[in-house]
């Protein structure tokens, strides 16, 4: 019964997510602005950071909705005083996530602290082979930088560029252009470390997710007793 809610719960989830980009995006298109919209930014924003909150209080996921939400009425609430457009409201989701991945990611390239992309290898390796601990560093940098050209590029078309083009950006090429991201940097490693096995994607976000390591070591047999 418990797993049949907790599916439940994600198959609706997951399909609210699909659908705020498309409200919002319509709201936009056709300038009617209305509490259809500002809910479906609401919700998309408070879906992506429990995401992002999940891991800080995992086993206590009432809070990470709880801090969600309460962090999403700030912002939306920050943003309607601030500006006169509504549509600057629809921009809040993106620069949510993005804000707080450029904050995770970039202070754990700090003095005395691992990088989140050497934490995931570790997790999924156990010891590193020699040469990887710093690339993965690169890549927690490289990563710093592609949420950075995210806001700045967010930032750049809302004052540039027509609203449409804006939320095209903000609201659908998220993730074609994690993908690419995620893609590139995998077949990117696969040249750099011929010699390895690679897990893909997925595998590191699972690993992410759940701290079990994508080449578990096989099993140890017992050494067989000499009956001499």
Known sequence: ????????????????????????????????????????VALQATL?????????????????????MALVAVVLVYSHAA????????????????????????????????PIVTAVARRMRGTLPAGVAAYTRRVTAAWCCFFAAQLVASFILFHAAPAEVWSVFVNFLNLPLLVLMFAGEYFWRRRRFPHLRHAGPVAALRALRLGAPAFPKPPAFPKPVDPG
Request: charged content about 10%; overall charge positive.
């Open 48 to 68: 992506l950071l429990t995401l992002l909150l999940w891991q800080p209080f995992r086993g206590r996921g009432w809070l990470a909705v709880a801090a969600a």
């Open 1 to 40: 019964m418990r797993r049949a809610a907790i599916l439940t719960g994600k198959i609706i989830a997951g399909l609210a997510f699909a659908a705020c980009p498309l409200i919002t995006h319509a709201a936009i298109a056709s300038g009617s602005w209305g509490a259809t919209a500002v809910a479906a």
């Open 83 to 114: 500006s006169s457009d509504p549509v600057a409201l629809a921009g809040a989701p993106h620069a949510i996530i993005y804000l707080g991945l450029l904050a995770v990611f970039g202070a754990s390239l700090l003095p005395g602290r691992e």
